[in-house]
């Protein structure tokens, strides 16, 4: 087993370096990453898909590419602009409502991202469940100039994601709502509340835990990192 310490190139979610420990078993690496602040119920899930990548065979796969995005932190617009840039990724997702800084913030980092992508590129925001449903009709009414692909997890609850898509054209994408739920297979009213599940493999337990959440959901689902290494 080792233990690892990543220094960030950028603050992300108030976090600048990003700890661990990897292990190898049978069939390879397993990595354990969970946040500091997660408590044991969440963490023990993150062990899970750490003890499967280690010692359980990985599915077939069924495609040799895959695309991928680049995720966008709470940066200056000028910033935010070079990392896109910089990426060469045609789909980009930014992180918007942190606390204590003004919207008005949020839209000029959409907009330099926009503006970094061209038209042609993918755009995503991605609110953490920080708004109240109000908050979300007004603000992704004003982020809609951007061409928005989908908002990502803009209210907390599921019942407000709901209420919230019955009100706003932006298509709604679901994340906390989905791997903090006790059993994220049975979620009523997903199909309500969401156009995308974002599927994040370590903390719904690993891959195969994943591919059954796909499964049950009957919605688009984006696989998301939770910031983890490339093991």
């Not at 990543?6 to 990453?33: H, K, M, N, Q, Y």
């Not at 928005?148 to 709502?177: I, K, N, W």
Request: glycine share 6%; proline share 9%.
């Amino acid at each position: 087993m080792r233990a690892f310490a990543i220094p960030l190139r950028t603050r992300f979610r108030r976090t600048d370096v990003r700890e661990g420990v990897v292990w190898r078993g049978a069939c390879g690496w397993g990595e354990w990453s969970p946040f500091p602040e997660y408590p044991p119920p969440v963490a023990a899930r993150w062990l899970a898909a750490a003890r499967e990548a280690a010692h359980t065979p990985w599915p077939a796969p069924l495609r040799d590419t895959i695309p991928v995005n680049v995720t966008v932190p709470v940066v200056p617009p000028g910033t935010a602009h070079e990392i896109v840039a910089d990426s060469g990724c045609s789909t980009a997702k930014v992180k918007v409502a942190e606390p204590g800084q003004p919207f008005s913030d949020d839209l000029a980092r959409v907009e330099a991202v926009r503006d970094a992508l061209g038209r042609s590129g993918k755009l995503r925001v991605d609110a953490n469940g920080a708004w109240t449903v109000d908050q979300a009709v007004d603000r992704l009414r004003l982020l809609s100039a951007f061409d928005l692909e989908y908002a990502e997890q803009p209210v907390a609850t599921l019942s407000e994601m709901t209420a919230l898509r019955r009100r706003v054209g932006v298509p709604l994408a679901a994340d906390e709502v989905v791997r903090l739920a006790g059993d994220p297979t049975r979620l009523a009213g997903l199909s309500e509340a969401a156009d995308v599940v974002v599927l994040k493999v370590q903390p719904l337990g690993g891959v195969w835990p994943a591919l059954r959440v796909a499964e049950a959901c009957g919605l688009p689902v984006v696989v998301s990192s939770a910031l983890e290494t490339s093991v």
